[in-house]
């Protein structure tokens, strides 16, 4: 059972990116300067959120979100940033969350980080991460030289340790030639190292963001073997669902063309974003956009918390 999360996973079914083209109509005007799914190192990505700021910045962005996974740490460093930079900030966040076995990731944006019961699910989420990637290691340790400190060794203070962390410790020990043959490898659940961890089902995650004020916006929603059945979907839609996140280089044509066709009729936002992680992969900011109108309507609906304006 594959649990991986995209956010820490290979990359499957990578679509280049096209501005400019029908796909403008799809998640947005090509001219969107709104890159809401940026990850730093207190989650998988490789740089500080500061750091992230300036880089989408430097895309011609104008406004961006963190959405480190299961955690709002990086928030005030970010928000910070965005002062100095006279960018608008979003506070968001990516929350795990697990359908039948398989990986869906929910982005909230504009919650209240300390309502309680999201706070209770991403702290467990969080420890239930911590306890697996720790039974990972000591079963990588049972065929491998491979120990804990080599691990933290390659994860920043205040990161929670996660499978990009195990991959990258793999690539230091010379195990793997890369992060991604690290997963294709030692790391895939055929290998029989994997452990699974806790994660909410997804209408559990999309209440709790809107519990707590939020905007749930599903992340990457058509990538390969993602795409949830016709009937979860209208159950997240009651549940309060905000939009999908329609540009993402994960999502295939067709699958993005049936939730395009769901979110007009649902009147749901569409948004699009790059999924930076730094170094850690390919992923560029700005690659795909959020429209100025959507943006807008996420602005207007997320009362949980407060964006930094410029
Ligand atoms: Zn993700
Ligand atoms: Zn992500």
Redesign the pocket.
């Known amino acids: 059972m594959d649990t991986q999360q995209?956010?820490d996973g290979p990359q499957h079914g990578q679509l280049e990116p096209s501005h400019g083209t029908s796909d403008g109509a799809r998640f947005g005007a090509p001219s969107g300067t709104a890159d809401l799914?940026?990850?730093s190192s207190h989650?998988d990505g490789t740089e500080a959120p500061a750091e992230v700021v300036a880089a989408a910045q430097r895309a011609g962005m104008r406004t961006m979100s963190l959405?480190d996974?299961d955690t709002t740490s990086g928030w005030a460093e970010a928000a910070h940033a965005a002062r100095r930079h006279g960018m608008t900030f979003v506070p968001g966040m990516?929350l795990s969350a697990s359908h039948e076995g398989r990986s869906v990731?929910v982005?909230g944006y504009l919650f209240d980080p300390e309502h309680a019961g999201l706070r209770r699910a991403t702290e467990r989420i969080r420890d239930s991460r911590v306890g697996r990637a720790e039974a990972m290691v000591r079963n990588i340790g049972r065929d491998y030289d491979f120990t804990w400190e080599d691990v933290l060794a390659q994860t920043s203070d205040g990161a929670t340790v996660g499978r990009p962390h195990i991959a990258d410790a793999l690539v230091a020990r010379g195990y793997a030639h890369d992060r991604s043959a690290a997963f294709e490898e030692i790391l895939h659940p055929r290998r029989g190292y994997f452990v699974s961890h806790y994660a909410p089902d997804p209408a559990t995650a999309v209440s709790l963001i809107v519990a707590a004020g939020g905007v749930a916006v599903i992340?990457?929603p058509a990538g390969r073997g993602r795409m949830l059945p016709p009937s979860v979907l209208q159950e997240l839609i009651r549940s309060g669902l905000g939009g999908f996140e329609l540009g993402h280089r994960e999502n295939t044509d067709e699958g993005t063309r049936a939730l395009r066709r769901l979110a007009h009729d649902a009147d749901l936002i569409v948004t699009g974003s790059s999924?930076y992680?730094g170094s850690g992969k390919p992923n560029r900011p700005g690659e795909y956009t959020t429209s100025d109108a959507m943006l807008a309507r996420i602005l207007a609906a997320g009362t949980g918390s407060a964006p930094v304006l410029p």
Do not use: I
């Open positions: 995209a956010g799914h940026m990850h989650s959405t996974h990516e990731h982005l992340a990457h999924d992680h």
